[in-house]
């Protein structure tokens, strides 16, 4: 097959990880050209800060040599600069006279310096701050001078500053405004940062506008418009950037501030594509990694002619590490008559705080000395959640609105050990991913997730990894957006697929693989389980279970130990037992050697180490005792834990056992997002620990208090409370309501716990307290899905369904 040609003109950071993303998509689909002004590989710019601190080097920043270019058959021409496009003939050529034609052409030009137009701005000695070769200039500057200005006290302009210091030079940084960084940053937390830094040895004149640099050949000093005047061997200029869009508008292709692209980042030549800090889309440019990355997915997916993916614009935060003090800002951090601010200050400790909100919701935040919440605070504005229900713990953090793993000084990203634990659900440690940043050059939470696995379960800990990937990458890092595909074969989210599979009547895999263009032809290990999970939630009655597609646990309906062997364990309404069933359980112990018997957190039996082969044996046996399986494996309903409420206890008020029982025969069999427990305390003494689980009933005088939310995990997180109700009626009829808008409503692996967060307790009240229409419809669907749900695997494995699943390998002789 004729490949087409595909030129790419810009070798940096967006432009190569399109051609990434393309060649993950369509590996031969086309020949590659790229053209690159500098004359290197491509590497990462964002790095540059640290090489000029002379805390890297040029070889460790490189994203992709030489020989990654050759390996993919790709064509190189470094150092030579494009100047003119042909849109006629579809050809580029060089300044050196090399020509390439094209089929499809990406423009990644990326920005220029802006240079002050001042006399004296072009004097050997005045630099700017954007590649290697400024780089270069600084570092051979520092051995021969001594005083530098930098003229520009943004993120740029200090990090110029910090590493001329380093360097052992005398640095004095001039800023046109009276405050730093005032694109990031409000007066009171600049105010800390120019301290900190004082203290640290930069100088500053502030509010000087720059009228000449001085010298004759080489600069010798700077003047400002107050007449006043300071020396210097060396200035450099970090006073912003400039979509490079020259190259564009002598082409003939509509540009204004940028080159202005659809949601396709198609130029208005649909044959040129764009991404990058050259691009203008929806009016915005963009200097940021996060959205180039996202652009060049997008992308792409089109250049491969998928035509699945749309660039609906970035909503960006910064997380900056400026010469190690911690920054974070995001959305409108400063505000207007239309909103009210929560501020925290501690200046003994450096720490400050501000939130903005507007009519209830987070709109824009802005962190100094203390940012470990800063993900938190973006994905609340993100999802535009309201912040009624925390709003009185909001400005102290999440661990103060029930996630206890963040809050804590300890777990501190930046001062913790490389042997913490960061994704408990993975066993992934913090060494573990620094080391797989640098070493794989990874970017994005998605990357990290595909190469280390950490967040990629519960995904409870996606706060702190976001968090690890800026204090590594360091520099301008952006979190992922919201707006995340379900995995890499499909560019939809959790909630489109969910909408589509209701509002299209999706109802089998291969439909749904054909009607939202899956791009693979039969899903991945991450989508297919959750997929499954979500046709089976919308079809109960309809959809086929697919065993496949569930996890090694749920396909062998026991727990896999580390030893390969299984544990059972048998479900014990309520918690309640008798002699017999004991007996029952001790007989079948015996009878299959099993190693360790365990009473569980659950107050239920685990017989651990049991071989796979025993398995339907064993629940054939336990079902003539009148067993059911315990779903100890499953994402659905385990326990309901009880104390002995009214019937033993001096202080029990109801019948929390008998109630615990007919929660768990209304429920046993249920599937949901994630797993799901529940407890029965009889008063509020709360022995049954009910305000730590999915829903927790904690019985009164009065009736039945419900709690929503808990989870006593990795994070602890107490209930919310939802609600009190009078009769068990009612209990049951909410318990079932609140089951399904959980089963319709979290993404696949996501437990109560962050789902409340997510969606909101308000939220929840709205459908199941003020509506009481909707929790009886939520409750009727609830109870039809279990009409088909509650069949007890066990029982038909030991009659000899997918007796495939347990037939031991044969040893082949040899």
Known sequence: MTREKLVLIGNGMAGVRTLEELLKLAPDRYEITVFGAEPYGNYNRIL??????SEKTIDEIMLNDEQWYSDNGITLHKGRDVVEIDRVRRRVVAADGTTETYDRLILATGSDPFIIPVPGHD?????????????????????????????????????????????????????????????????????????????????FLMSRQTEAILGEERVTGVRFTDGSEIEADLVVMAVGIRPNITLAKAAGLHCER??????????????????????????????????????????????????????????????????????????????DDSTEQMVFQDAARGVYKKLVIREGHVVGVVLYGDTIDGAWYFQLMRDATEIGDIREHLLFGQAHVGDSGHGDDKARVAAMPDSTEICGCNGVCKGEIVKAIAEKKLFTLEDVRAHTKASASCGSCTGLVED????????????????????????????????????????????????????????????????????????????????????????????????????V???????????????AIADVADRYAVPTVKITGGQRIDLLGVKKEDLPRMWGDLSAAGFVSGHAYGKALRTVKTCVGSEWCRFGTQDSTGLGIQLEQMTWGSWTPHKFKMAVSGCPRNCAEATIKDLGVVCVDSGYELHIGGNGGVKVRATDFLCKVDTEAEVFEYTGAFMQLYREEARYLERTAPWVERVGLTH???CLVED???????????????????????????????AHEFTPMHRIAG
Not at 522 to 533: E, I, K, Q, T, V
Not at 781 to 797: V, Y
């Open 48 to 53: 540059l800060s640290p090489v000029l601190a």
């Open 123 to 203: 004097l050997d000695g005045v630099l700017s701050f954007r590649d290697i070769h400024d780089v270069d200039a600084m570092l051979a500057a520092s051995r021969e001078y001594r005083r530098a200005v930098v003229i520009g006290g943004g993120l740029l302009g200090l990090e110029a500053a910090n590493g001329l210091l380093k360097q052992g030079m005398e640095v004095c940084v001039v800023h046109l405004l009276d405050t730093l960084m005032e694109r990031q940053l409000d007066p009171v937390a600049a105010g800390l940062l120019q301290r900190e830094l004082e203290s640290r040895g930069f100088r």
């Open 258 to 335: 940028g080159v202005v692209v659809s949601d396709t980042l198609q130029t208005f030549d649909p044959r040129i594509y764009a991404v990058g800090e050259c691009v203008q889309h929806r009016g915005q440019t963009y200097g940021l990694v996060a959205p180039l990355f996202e652009q060049a997915k997008v992308c792409a997916n089109h250049l491969a002619e998928m035509g699945i993916a749309r660039y609906a614009g970035s909503v960006t935060s910064t997380k900056l590490k400026v010469t190690g003090i911690d920054l974070f800002s995001a959305g409108d951090f400063n505000g």
């Open 468 to 567: 690890l990937i800026a204090t590594t990458l360091g520099g301008d890092y952006s979190q992922t957006p919201s707006r995340r595909p379900m995995c890499p074969c499909t560019e939809h989210t959790h909630d489109e697929v969910r909408t589509a599979i209701v509002e299209q009547g999706i109802r089998t895999m291969p439909e749904l693989f054909e009607a939202l263009a899956w791009k693979t032809p039969d899903g991945c290990h991450s989508c297919r389980p959750a997929l499954n999970y979500y046709l089976l939630c919308a079809w109960p009655g309809e959809y086929q279970d697919d065993n496949q597609s569930r996890y090694i646990n749920e396909r062998a309906h026991g727990n896999i130990q580390k030893d390969g062997t299984y544990s």
């Open 569 to 583: 364990v048998p479900r014990i309404w309520g918690g309640i037992t008798t002699p017999n069933e004991l007996r």
């Open 764 to 766: 929840i009240k709205a």
């Open 772 to 802: 009481a229409g909707q929790r009886k419809a939520l409750h009727a669907r609830f109870l039809e899905s279990q009409r088909h749900a509650q069949h007890d695997p066990w029982k038909a494995r030991a009659e000899g369904v997918d």
